[in-house]
Antibody
Framework: QVRLVQSGAEVKKPGASVKVSCKTS????????IHWVRQVPGQGLEWMGW????????NSAQKFQGRVTLTRDTSINTLYMELNNLISDDTAIYYC????????????????WGHGTLVTVSS | QSALTQPPSVSGSPGQSVTISCTGT?????????VAWYQQAPGTGPKLLIY???NRPSGVPDRFSGSKSGNTASLTISGLQAEDEADYHC??????????FGTGTKVTVL
C-alpha cells in the first residue's frame, strides 16, 4: 500500500523559512511525479509545484517561483518543499500528493495524498 | 495563473442532479483533456473523483460524471445523496506545464 507520510506541524515567524518533508513507502520512489498543494483553512486548494524524483526536475506555479524549492533525497525516499520569506498569508495546510499513473501513462491528476502539514506563520 | 472559476455553492434535494461548472481560459485547458475533479468532505483531504475530463478511478460511483466544452469543464452528480455534501474542486493542466485548481464549490444536500 502506497503511503505518503508528512512531517509535523510547524510554527514560524514572518520572514523565516519552512521545510516540509514527505516520505513515501510502498512503491518505487523515483517513478512518480509528486505534487505539492496547499490549502488555507476554509479556502480552496492551491497548486504549488511538482517534482520528478527520478531526475530531480521541478516546475512550480508562477506565484511561488523564486520562493519555493522542491528537492528529494532518493536514499531515504523523501521529498521536501521549502518555502522562504514566509508571510501570514502562507498559513495553510501543505500536502504532498502522487500523480496518477494508469496504463503506463501519467494522467495529470493526483490520487494519493499525504495527511497534510499545518504551517502557521505568526509573529 | 489565476484560479479557475467555480460557483461558490450549489444545492439540491436527495435524488436530484446538480452540475458544477469550472471555467478557465484557453491557456488553462488548452488542447489537453487533463481536467480532474476532487471531493473534500469537512476535515478531510481531497479525494479524486474524475480524471482526464470524464474518467472515474475504481471505486468512484458512476453517479459522478465529467465533461468539457471549450473552456468550461463540468461535474455532474446524479441521484444526489446526503453523503455527497462536501466541497468540490476542479484541477487542470495548463499550457505552461503547470497546474491550477478551481475556486471550489460547496455542495449542499437540502
Amino acid at each position: 500500500q502506497v503511503r505518503l507520510v508528512q512531517s509535523g506541524a510547524e510554527v514560524k515567524k514572518p520572514g523565516a523559512s519552512v521545510k516540509v518533508s514527505c516520505k513515501t513507502s510502498g512503491d518505487t520512489f523515483t517513478a512518480y511525479y509528486i505534487h505539492w498543494v496547499r490549502q488555507v483553512p476554509g479556502q480552496g486548494l492551491e497548486w504549488m509545484g511538482w517534482i520528478y524524483p527520478n531526475s530531480g526536475a521541478t516546475n512550480s506555479a508562477q506565484k511561488f517561483q523564486g520562493r519555493v524549492t522542491l528537492t528529494r533525497d532518493t536514499s531515504i525516499n523523501t521529498l521536501y518543499m521549502e518555502l522562504n520569506n514566509l508571510i501570514s498569508d502562507d498559513t495553510a495546510i501543505y500536502y504532498c500528493a502522487r500523480e496518477l499513473f494508469v496504463e503506463s501513462m501519467f494522467r495529470g491528476a493526483v490520487d494519493i495524498w499525504g495527511h497534510g502539514t499545518l504551517v502557521t506563520v505568526s509573529s | 495563473q489565476s484560479a479557475l472559476t467555480q460557483p461558490p455553492s450549489v444545492s439540491g434535494s436527495p435524488g436530484q442532479s446538480v452540475t458544477i461548472s469550472c471555467t478557465g481560459t484557453s491557456s488553462d485547458f488548452g488542447h489537453y483533456n487533463r481536467v480532474a475533479w476532487y471531493q473534500q468532505a469537512p476535515g478531510t483531504g481531497p479525494k479524486l473523483l474524475i480524471y482526464e475530463v470524464s474518467n472515474r478511478p475504481s471505486g468512484v460511483p458512476d453517479r459522478f460524471s465529467g465533461s468539457k466544452s471549450g473552456n468550461t469543464a463540468s461535474l455532474t452528480i446524479s441521484g444526489l445523496q446526503a453523503e455527497d455534501e462536501a466541497d468540490y474542486h476542479c484541477f487542470s493542466y495548463t499550457s505552461i506545464s503547470t497546474y491550477v485548481f478551481g475556486t471550489g464549490t460547496k455542495v449542499t444536500v437540502l
